[in-house]
């Protein structure tokens, strides 16, 4: 098992390093530089500066300094935030960021797991055909586009929650910049779940366990419920990485300060820095977490533990 | 008074095709203590007959007819009733031993939960019993067995723990739907004697479907024939056997491999394929493929005729006429 989870971890690294290379090559091959927009830069002071980040070496020389700093944890300094170092912007940011994010999957797992069930449960009635209904929109309609409309709603006609801001993560602020990130997961995984708990109802064991006079109740939960979840299971890999990427839109819509908003911001001021970093933290935090997953299937499926 | 009274039960199931007939006015009984043999080719519907006794049919069933069993009509007990019958009073056994457990659950879980709902026992008295039935079904180490799952045991021992599983409340009826067919041959030899070890231990009434004469010949008292949903003969074991009457039986012994036959020459196949059940037939399902058919087979049914605990149906041959 521990030999399994390290040559899991160990063939990780070469994703990673993929990762990396492709975003510091296309970060440097975008137009413009960090210090273009500064105004009042003269020519001699801009050469400073660039040398004094190193902007002024051959690009390979770059790449093997910042992996070499990378490799001991440094993400660097911030081009922008003069005086923060990457590695701090990540660590100030990344707890509101994990607030939502967290929330988002929580919500998307339950809601979207309870939703399916019923749906599988009542197949072709009225509640299914809502649920389907509702899942297709909120699988079609774009986050950014979800925002704005709830946003609208919520905020601007009803007054009931506030349009945007983080107030220290209070609930009120919570609770849409959550729903927008949690819609489009909470309508998969409706889906996902009740496809699969079809298919498993269907199962020979599901029919020797009725066949043994068990309630319906503890059909589901027992026999049906851990095998219709190994496809939801699989797909939370993937969910967090949408979640990870809905929310540097989402912060930037409800003015949230997690690391996606300073991902946008840095992005559009090419601080090539605090790019690289936050796409290497988020694509560890990706890695970890199908692992993670991976370990968690093989809890609840029997047959995939490795031997 | 027999055990079981089926009468006049039909099944069948809406589908986007259309109607599926998978039984039709099927009638039969089963002596308390007697074993009745259901045969027929695959697709005759014997797996239905089962599945409506037990009532498990899908959910596209529409099911008529009575079946009594120890004078109740368990197609008008309510659902929370049903589930008393099951897995306490009849015991069933699949086909599949390799997908009928579930893989997801430890043996043991997978017994003792019968314990616990039905009898209300805690898990751990249930798991003690659930020990002694393994070892009444002969897998070694019965109590370390009951910690693995599904996949670590052999086929045919997870066939031994479906029949345990089965037997846990001491059903009066085991109904085994072709318990031996997806298991190796010498297997298939060791589940049989085992079931007959068992009717006799727990003076169980069993039904036993299967589509091998062979099988059936071996443990069965009675037999009944079923071809495309209907019963086209019954009667003993033996006497079925020995002297079929109808045309279908008797091309079914016919079509039996033997030993001393040269398969690819001599195995006399019977003609043509089973009917859709799609299509409502009127006249006698095997007409089609019955070397003896005229006009009247295939516009009307032939009804059963009952002579010296035999039952036939057919317009060309007679039980009496013999
Ligand atoms: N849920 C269902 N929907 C439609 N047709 C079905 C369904 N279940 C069984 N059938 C049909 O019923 C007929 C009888 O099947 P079955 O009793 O399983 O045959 P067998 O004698 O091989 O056990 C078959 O033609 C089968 O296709
Ligand atoms: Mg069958």
């Given at each position: 098992m521990l030999r399994y989870a390290f040559i899991r971890l160990l063939s990780a690294i070469p994703a990673l390093l993929i990762l990396i290379t492709l975003t510091f090559f296309m970060m440097r091959a975008a137009p413009g530089g960090p210090f273009d927009r500064e105004r009042d830069v003269s020519p001699e002071v801009r050469a400073k500066l660039e040398q004094a980040y190193h902007l002024d070496e051959s690009l390979w020389k770059q790449y093997g300094r910042y992996l070499t700093a990378l490799s001991q944890g440094d993400l660097g300094p911030s081009f922008k935030y003069g005086d923060r170092s990457v590695n701090e912007l990540i660590a100030v940011g990344f707890p509101v960021s994990l607030k939502i994010g967290g929330l988002a999957m929580l919500l998307a797992l339950l809601l979207g797991g309870a939703l399916g069930i019923v749906a599988a449960l009542k197949q072709n009635g009225v509640i299914d055909y809502g649920v389907m209904t509702l899942a297709m929109v909120g699988i079609s309609i774009p986050n950014y586009v979800f925002a704005p409309l709830a946003i609208l709603l919520f905020?601007?006609?009803?007054?009931?929650?506030?349009?945007?801001?983080?107030?220290?993560?209070a609930l009120s602020n919570l609770v849409l910049p959550v729903l927008a990130l949690a819609a489009p997961q909470v309508a998969y995984i409706a889906r996902l779940m009740r496809g699969s708990m079809i298919e498993v109802l269907h199962a020979p064991y599901i029919r020797t366990a009725r066949a043994k006079g068990l309630s319906e109740r503890v059909v589901i939960l027992r026999h049906a419920l851990r095998p219709a979840l190994l496809p939801v299971l699989s797909y939370l890999g993937p969910a967090s990485a949408g979640i990870i990427t809905g929310s540097v839109v989402i912060e930037q819509i409800f003015g949230i300060p997690g690391i996606g908003r300073y991902f946008v911001t840095a992005a559009l001021n090419r601080d090539y820095t605090v790019v690289m970093g936050v796409v290497i933290f988020y694509g560890v935090l990706v890695i970890l977490f199908n692992f993670l997953v991976d370990l968690l299937y093989g809890v609840l499926d029997p047959r995939a533990r490795p031997q | 008074m027999s055990l079981l009274n089926v009468r006049n039960l039909s099944v069948s199931f809406n589908t986007a095709d259309g109607v599926v007939r998978?039984?039709?006015d099927l009638s039969f009984t089963l002596a308390t203590g007697e074993t009745l043999g259901i045969v027929g080719e695959s697709g005759s519907g014997k797996s239905q007959t089962a599945m409506a006794i037990l009532r498990l049919?899908?959910?596209n069933a529409a099911v008529d007819g009575e079946v009594l069993f120890d004078g109740q009509d368990l197609l008008r007990l309510s659902a929370q009733d049903m589930l008393k019958v099951r897995g306490q009073r009849i015991g069933m056994i699949f086909q599949d031993p390799m997908t009928a457990l579930n893989p997801h659950l430890r043996i043991g879980t997978q017994l003792a939960e019968v314990l616990v709902s039905h009898r209300g026992q805690s898990w751990q008295q249930a798991m003690a019993e659930s020990a002694r039935m393994m070892q009444a079904v002969h897998i070694p180490d019965a109590t370390a067995r009951?910690?693995?799952?599904?996949?670590?045991?052999?086929g045919g021992q997870r066939q031994r723990v479906m029949i345990a599983m089965a037997l846990l409340c001491r059903p009066q009826l085991l109904i085994a739907d072709e318990p031996t067919t997806a298991l190796d041959v010498t297997v298939q030899a060791q589940i049989l004697r085992l079931l007959v070890e068992l009717r006799r231990e727990f003076g169980l009434s069993l039904i036993l479907i299967t589509h091998d004469l062979g099988v059936m010949a071996e443990v069965c008292d009675r037999s009944l024939v079923m071809y495309g949903g209907r019963a086209m003969e019954q009667g003993p074991c033996r006497a079925l056997l020995t002297d079929p009457v109808h045309p279908y039986t008797r091309a079914l012994i016919a079509s039996r491999p033997r030993l001393d036959m040269d398969v690819e020459r001599d195995l006399p196949v019977i003609a043509g394929a089973p009917p859709s059940p799609i299509e409502r037939i009127f006249?006698?399902?095997f007409a089609p493929r019955?070397?003896?058919?005229?006009d009247r087979c295939n516009r009307q049914m032939p009804d059963l005729e009952t002579s010296a605990g035999r039952q036939c149906a057919c317009h060309a041959v007679s039980l009496c006429k013999k």
């Open positions: 905020a601007v006609t009803l007054g009931w929650l506030p349009a945007g801001g983080w107030n220290d993560g | 998978a039984v039709t049919l899908a959910r009951l910690q693995h799952y599904p996949h670590e045991l052999s006249g006698c399902p019955c070397e003896l058919a005229f």
